[in-house]
């Protein structure tokens, strides 16, 4: 059943708890994630990243997204994720995506605020929701110890710069940087739940977390039941489904398709239960 992100993302502000977005870059992959939300009766924010165009262009991620969400009796979303010019955006919108986000993270503020009303101006047209960010998400690093940080890439949200953000860019919900990093850790990001919590006290609009693989589960938990209303996975999808690729001996091609397939399957069934997603 294909729906917006705005009631799911309210409900999930409103009650404490996180939905995944799942990332998916083939057919094995947005199969395996409808399949698990259908089966487990919960929501789901379907992602497909404009980065991952160079594995299957827009066209084909939306077929496959509508093929297999209409199949489903659970709300997914159809959601853009990270996508870093208008024309792109534009283009899923027309495509039949519920959801989009903007990326103008590494501009300044102003110029941030001035591209996501852009799209949302757009967007809202055709009632489409906007996801933005403030502050940056980089790549995780290790630091030593087993505790990692994000790279000098990463960008802290500020309070003042989200409100402001909130206020004038007209996003419908936004990502904020707290501590995590895109990609695989070597160590467990140090979040700054006191920045979560300022952020998720002084914010009018849903709360999203990027980098949420490999993070930690009582790290995310945390941010699930402490403001956060969306968590991004992707790295941790396709990490364990070679891991269960790896561990078993396909007799032929469907087993390695299942197996791939079984080891996403697995990863989302596990942070349904971290995120505490409720049925909506």
């Not at 992959?29 to 789901?44: D, F």
């Not at 501009?107 to 940056?136: C, F, Q, S, W």
């Amino acid at each position: 059943m294909l729906v917006s992100t705005k009631e799911m993302l309210a409900e999930a502000r409103a009650k404490g708890f996180a939905v995944p977005s799942a990332n998916f870059v083939d057919q094995i992959s947005v199969k395996a994630h409808t399949e698990t939300a259908e089966r487990m009766g919960l929501p789901l924010i379907l992602s497909y990243a404009q980065a991952h165009s160079c594995y299957q262009d827009i066209e084909e991620a939306a077929m496959l997204g509508h093929f297999y969400i209409k199949k489903a009796k659970v709300p997914i979303a159809l959601h853009l994720d990270h996508g870093m010019d208008f024309s792109f955006i534009k283009r899923a919108i027309e495509l039949g995506f519920t959801s989009v986000m903007i990326d103008a993270s590494k501009e300044e503020l102003a110029g941030n605020i001035a591209a996501t009303r852009k799209v949302a101006d757009y967007a809202h047209t055709h009632n489409v929701m906007v996801e933005a960010e403030i502050g940056h998400v980089g790549t995780g690093r290790n630091v030593g110890q087993g505790e990692t940080e994000a790279d000098d890439d990463s960008i802290y949200t500020t309070v003042e710069e989200a409100g402001k953000m909130a206020e004038q860019s007209g996003a419908d919900s936004l990502a904020v940087s707290v501590g995590t990093a895109h990609g695989l850790y070597k160590g467990v990001p140090k979040i700054n739940f006191t920045r979560l919590k300022e952020l998720a006290d002084n914010l009018n609009i849903p709360l999203a977390l990027h980098g949420g693989s490999s993070s930690g589960d009582d790290n995310l938990e945390r941010c699930a039941l402490n403001g956060i209303a969306k968590i991004n996975i992707y790295t941790d999808f396709v990490v364990n489904a070679y891991k269960n690729l790896s561990e078993n001996r396909p007799k032929d091609y469907f087993g390695v398709n299942d197996f791939l397939r079984t080891g996403m399957k697995n990863t989302l069934r596990h942070y349904y239960e971290v995120f505490h997603t409720q049925e909506i």
